[in-house]
């Protein structure tokens, strides 16, 4: 057996190894399983037609930033469509209605529109460093082999991205 085949092979072991966390990156974000796993697959399909990685750290970094360049794509295109669709269900919404006044609601929506908003205005790598962190409950070790730096980068984009939210939120003309 070559050495290519070799390398396709492992890489191939290597996404499938992966392909479990995949789905559930795409399930917390995603209305449905069907769908975090066709996410998944297509993010696999990728990664395995571009196999150049020496390591399964490598691939591992590469296979991960593959799945959050897709989601993004996704929201941009979702975006420009007018919005995602959404499958509505009445006895949640009744839950959610009955103990929730229309001021808190709208309260809650304006804050995170500021939020989102301070988010935005950060970099790109130290926004992904908070996500991954406060929405996609990562450490900063997982963070750091995910986006191939060091741990005191992550810490660095953490503390630099808390500073910024706190002055913006904080800031009277942000509101």
Same mark, same amino acid.
């Given at each position: 057996?070559?050495?290519?085949?070799?390398?396709?092979?492992?890489?191939?072991? #290597?996404?499938?190894?992966? $392909?479990?966390?995949?789905?559930?990156?795409?399930?917390?974000?995603?209305?449905?399983?069907?769908?975090?796993?066709?996410?998944?697959?297509?993010?696999?399909?990728?990664?395995?037609?571009?196999?150049?990685?020496?390591?399964?750290?490598?691939?591992?970094?590469?296979?991960?930033?593959?799945?959050?360049?897709?989601?993004?794509?996704?929201? $941009?295109?979702?975006?420009?469509?007018?919005?995602?669709?959404?499958?509505?269900?009445?006895?949640?919404?009744?839950?959610?209605?009955? @103990?929730?006044?229309?001021?808190?609601?709208?309260?809650?929506?304006?804050?995170?529109?500021?939020?989102?908003?301070?988010?935005?205005?950060? @970099?790109?790598? #130290?926004?992904?460093?908070?996500?991954?962190?406060?929405?996609?409950?990562?450490?900063?070790?997982?963070?750091? @082999?995910?986006? @191939?730096?060091?741990?005191?980068?992550?810490?660095?984009?953490?503390?630099?991205?808390?500073?910024?939210?706190?002055?913006?939120?904080?800031?009277?003309?942000?509101?």
């Amino acid at each position: 057996m070559s050495s290519n085949a070799v390398t396709e092979l492992n890489s191939a072991a #290597t996404v499938t190894q992966l $392909r479990p966390a995949l789905v559930r990156f795409f399930r917390r974000r995603c209305p449905t399983l069907a769908e975090a796993e066709d996410l998944a697959h297509e993010v696999i399909v990728r990664a395995l037609q571009h196999a150049q990685w020496t390591s399964d750290e490598q691939a591992k970094n590469y296979i991960f930033r593959a799945a959050i360049n897709l989601w993004r794509d996704r929201i $941009r295109r979702n975006a420009v469509r007018g919005g995602a669709e959404v499958d509505w269900d009445d006895e949640s919404t009744l839950e959610v209605s009955e @103990g929730t006044t229309l001021d808190r609601v709208l309260v809650s929506e304006e804050e995170l529109y500021r939020v989102h908003a301070a988010l935005l205005e950060l @970099g790109e790598r #130290t926004r992904d460093v908070f996500v991954l962190h406060r929405l996609e409950h990562l450490k900063y070790t997982e963070i750091a @082999g995910m986006l @191939g730096v060091s741990v005191s980068a992550v810490e660095k984009h953490m503390s630099k991205a808390l500073a910024h939210l706190a002055r913006r939120i904080d800031d009277h003309e942000f509101i």
